[in-house]
């Protein structure tokens, strides 16, 4: 039963409804561990935290980046999880049909909402994955570095679990060295650190 069905404006219904359903994000959790290595987090604390890399770092993008437009793809960039789930970044096996899953959800969850709305967030997630405009590429950016330094301060526990080696990392992090030269400097520093105290595979 749909909660919000006594309400007459057919468009509001939509939205509400579209809102309550991306709360199940706080219930997709990632293999990445909060810093305090208590617990995975979920979805939406990786938006969020994502959203605010975006907002604070856009000036080490080599190109000028419209960053409200960056924050609203970091918030976007996930709800297709809602339905396919998470995909571990170095999953091999899950890869082969993640993106049929996600584009499956993406018609799924972006279609709940009024055309024009629905229309809008699904571009951004397009955006997103395509990875050709200066915001897609800073947003990229900003959703590797942020598992990458929870990694680096939970003494490699995701690396540790997947076996994922120093040159995976690397590779997955590799927008970062032309889209961020500065903030690849960061990522070249942990994965060295790492790699000397045993927590990562050179």
Not at 60 to 66: G, I, M, W
Not at 75 to 89: I, R
Request: glycine share 4%; charged share 30%; aromatic share 10%.
């Amino acid at each position: 039963m749909n909660n919000f069905d006594f309400l007459v404006n057919e468009k509001l219904k939509k939205q509400l409804g579209f809102l309550v359903e991306i709360d199940k994000m706080k219930n997709v959790f990632r293999r990445t561990v909060i810093t305090d290595c208590s617990r995975r987090e979920n979805d939406a604390e990786h938006s969020w935290h994502f959203a605010m890399f975006a907002l604070l770092l856009s000036e080490y993008s080599a190109e000028k980046v419209d960053v409200e437009k960056t924050v609203k793809i970091a918030l976007v960039h996930d709800l297709v999880e809602v339905y396919a789930g998470d995909t571990f970044a170095y999953d091999e096996q899950g890869k082969k049909d993640k993106s049929q899953r996600e584009l499956q959800a993406a018609d799924r969850i972006f279609g709940m909402l009024p055309r024009e709305q629905g229309g809008y967030l699904r571009s951004l997630w397009d955006e997103f994955e395509a990875k050709q405009t200066p915001e897609a590429k800073y947003a990229n950016v900003c959703d590797r570095l942020q598992p990458l330094i929870h990694n680096y301060l939970t003494n490699g526990h995701t690396w540790k679990e997947g076996n994922v080696n120093s040159r995976q990392v690397l590779e997955r992090m590799y927008i970062i060295k032309d889209t961020a030269p500065e903030l690849w400097k960061v990522v070249t520093g942990m994965v060295d650190i790492s790699i000397e105290q045993g927590i990562l595979k050179p």
